[in-house]
């Protein structure tokens, strides 16, 4: 159903944070394709026509901002604590801090009487989970908990670095809060100045509370220079080597308790990462190619046949029969250490390391 903006009751929006990039890539979405997924309500018993939003704050926020005149909306029929609830058990997207799980654990103890254990009974939690987090509400100030539901500074950031501070000491712990929402620092940047803080006496304490950007700049200066990406390429290339020869010193002990299911599926996964690794030779081939002269008799560079994009691939198990026993082949001749060249046995593939493969060969979401 349609509703216009002034039906919406907007109670709870405080119990979400903001995420100013987030709220910008979803503005731009509903700008280019309109609304695809309804907001949740509930009706308002004493009110009608008014209904309560539950979940879809960041939509009706957005679709505001561009001048809508409606927003399309389902309705739960079921109270106004059991939708909450529901709406958070059922949540798909990015998992919640435990900071904005406080909020909505406070919100229900406070406005509708539950106790500690009927919050941990209809959230399938312990009660020291409930008790933690309720605790985090309290424990930060509440001028710092706004500045995240703003978005002037991530919840992440609260959590992990003002939330130990309020417990040594909450005026330090507001003015830190003032210099992250003035600065907007990243992540790391802030987890440098809490560390230094921690560390520091308190008069330097107070220098790098007044002089953020030169604390940082200063600790630029004398840190280590991070590894290049040339660097963290080799390095990432060492430990796949590394793998597949520890995949080889397995084979003997794996072997004999393989059944020919366990074979098939080693097979499989072997493929893959064959194939993989070749499409990587080849993408390296060819960069190699632009930056080098090529003599006239050198092959074009041009993408040869199976050079396929793994993130196009339908399944990181699908392979091409004829690529079986040649990927077999090759791995053998990466993986060669002792008792794995004398063994006609497929090596057993390292779950950490077929892992990781699969998941960098499965399409995104």
């Keep these: 159903m349609k ?74 029929p079921m109270s106004e604590s059991d939708a909450l609830i529901l709406d958070r058990s059922m949540r798909f997207s990015d998992q919640e801090t435990p900071l904005e799980q406080g909020w909505l654990l406070a919100e229900l103890e406070h406005r509708f009487g539950y106790s500690l254990e009927d919050l941990a009974r209809r959230f399938d939690r312990s009660v020291s989970w409930v008790s933690r987090r309720l605790a985090l509400v309290e424990l930060l100030p509440e001028i710092v908990q706004q500045q995240v539901r703003t978005g002037e500074i991530s919840a992440h950031i609260a959590m992990k670095y003002l939330v130990p501070m309020a417990r040594a000491n909450l005026d330090d712990c507001q003015h830190m809060a003032n210099v992250f929402a003035k600065h907007r ?20 304490r107070q220098r790098i509370l007044d002089s953020p950007e030169l604390f940082l700049k200063a600790q630029q200066q004398v840190s280590p220079q991070p590894p290049s990406l040339s660097e963290e390429l080799l ?34 996964k072997i493929d893959c990462a064959v194939r993989d690794l070749t499409h990587l030779a080849e993408r390296i081939q060819k960069e190699q190619d632009h930056v080098e002269p090529k003599s006239t008799d050198r092959d074009s560079g041009a993408a040869r046949p199976g050079n396929l994009q793994t993130r196009d691939r339908a399944s990181s198990e699908t392979v091409a029969p004829e690529r079986a026993s040649s990927s077999t082949f090759q791995l053998r001749g990466v993986a060669a250490a002792g008792p794995a060249r004398e063994s ?9 390391a077929v892992g990781e493969v699969q998941r960098q060969s499965r399409p995104g979401p």
Excluded: C
């Excluded at 802030?190 to 803080?197: F, T």
């Excluded at 430990?239 to 366990?262: C, E, Q, S, Y």
């Design 3 to 76: 509703l216009e903006f002034h039906q919406l009751d907007r109670r709870y929006e405080h119990l979400r944070a903001r995420n100013p990039q987030r709220q910008r890539r979803l503005l731009s979405s509903l700008a280019a394709l309109g609304q695809q997924t309804p907001i949740v309500v509930v009706a308002v018993a004493e009110q009608p026509d008014r209904y309560l939003v539950i979940d879809g704050y960041k939509r009706v926020a957005a679709l505001e901002q561009l001048r809508q005149d409606t927003v399309e909306a389902v309705v739960w």
């Design 185 to 204: 620092f990243s992540s790391r940047q802030a987890g440098a100045i809490y560390a230094a803080w921690r560390d520091a006496s308190p008069a330097i």
């Design 235 to 268: 390095r990432d290339l060492t430990m796949v080597l590394a793998i597949t020869n520890r995949a080889g010193r397995r084979l003997a002990r794996a072997a004999p308790l393989m059944g020919g299911g366990d074979f098939e599926a080693a097979q499989r």
């Design 344 to 352: 006609r046995s497929l090596p057993d593939a390292d779950p950490g």
